[in-house]
């Protein structure tokens, strides 16, 4: 082989398949054995040195020096009388390298030998991107839209495709091909028929990830998202806390001006997102969870984990939200089973707790909160 068609050949597949040369010269000197194997019906004498830093290529048949009358394999053995033209001090019984010129193989050994190579290289590449995407595996990635697979979406990701399915899909949102989209990589799996991967757009770890790319107070861990509850397409509820006492994770997440979480919007296509602190006490969580809503009382019990809310008469619609959109997802962000009443409801059933009278009689068991008193005096 040419030892500068052989490095260019080399350097190239490195850089275009992100293969190492080494792997490459593998597949190679595995062909060359095989099509001497083929060629003279053995290869177990056979040597293939390859010098990746310089191209220089050699194969070489260690044959055995015998008598004429005793040669029996001229693919293992070498008379004398051939030995002393290589060398002359060659006798019987030493075993000499023969250079062979791998250009007179017929072109079925050396397709067969081509083939072999080919495959070695789709082989590892398969590896290699498998690698690259299983690291990326429960990311977000960018990725392109291809085209529609009945009512499954094609994603470019770069080096391979990933499948987003109909249930992964936003309600409502169109995918046109070009279009540049992020995706959270569900799954990657290497079958047989080659990578699969599935990525969606739902997941709620997407909307915590690109929290994560855009607030550098959460990917830094200053920040925490400590919970998230989202029904794609229309609302995402996230708790968020700060380990530093001097910044405010609400803030930190909404940045100037909602420039940060606004980002994030546009992202999702206009999907609103309502961040909230996080707390300790499950009572100010779930008033927390339960805004813009204002709330009168909670009573929420942590062992059962149920809660009892009151909110203002005018107040119980918004509270509930839009076919219980803001109770439901206040629900999965607390883990809480949430009872909402309006204050006249509440006092109809006597639910409804009055501070200066009934405090006392709830404080032992249940974490309680109520408007007229705030986290100190409690």
Known sequence: MDKEELL???????????????????????????????????????TVSIDTETGENHVYAAKTVVEEKDLT???????????????????????????????????????????????????????????????????????????????????????????????????????????????????????????????????????????????SEVKEGIVEIKSIAREAGNRTKIAVWSNDPDVDPVGACVGMNGSRVNAIVSELHGEKIDIINWDENAAYLIQNALSPASVLSVIADSDEKTAKVVVPDQQLSLAIGMKGQNARLAARLTGFKIDIKSETQARESGDFIEYEEDYDEYYDDDEYYDEEESPAEE
């Open 73 to 215: 394999d001229d693919a293992l053995e070498i008379t004398v009388d051939d030995a002393k033209e290589i060398n002359s001090d060659l006798k019987a019984g030493d075993v000499v390298n023969i250079e062979i010129d791998t250009k007179n193989f017929g072109r079925i050994v050396t397709s067969s030998s081509k083939n072999m190579i080919i495959q070695k290289i789709r082989e590892d590449e398969r590896a290699t991107i498998y690698n690259e995407f299983y690291e990326k595996e429960h990311q977000v990635v960018t990725g392109i839209v291809q085209r529609n697979n009945g009512r499954n979406i094609s994603i470019n990701l770069g080096r391979a495709d990933a499948i987003l399915t109909e249930n992964e899909q936003i309600p409502g949102e169109n995918y046109r091909p070009t279009d540049r989209i992020k995706v959270y990589i569900l799954e990657v799996k290497n079958t047989q028929k080659g990578l699969r991967m599935r990525v969606s757009r739902t997941h709620p770890e997407l909307v915590k990830k690109l929290f994560e790319e855009e607030v």
């Open 8 to 46: 260019f050949a080399l350097r190239s597949l490195e850089a275009e398949k992100n293969i190492k040369k080494e792997t490459l010269v593998e597949a190679i000197q595995a062909s060359i054995l095989n099509a001497c194997k083929q060629y003279y019906g053995t290869a177990e004498n056979i």
